[in-house]
């Protein structure tokens, strides 16, 4: 891996977890604001649900 691709990926790594810090905190916010336990036990489960969708998806794909 050149340095370029490194430097990329690195951009791309940090933008992501941005990205999801503020997705997560916005639902914190509006999502159960006065009970917290229960807004971040969604979050969680939120978080898995698509986590699971998507290594579904993943795993549909041909390999090539």
Do not use: C
């Amino acid at each position: 891996m050149n340095l370029m691709n490194f430097l990329l990926w690195f951009i791309a790594v940090i933008a992501v977890v941005s990205m999801w810090r503020g997705l997560w905190q916005l639902m914190d916010i509006y999502l159960w604001p006065n009970n917290p336990k229960r807004s971040n036990w969604a979050s969680f489960i939120i978080g898995l649900v698509v986590l699971a969708i998507a290594l579904a998806f993943i795993s549909q794909q041909p390999e090539i």
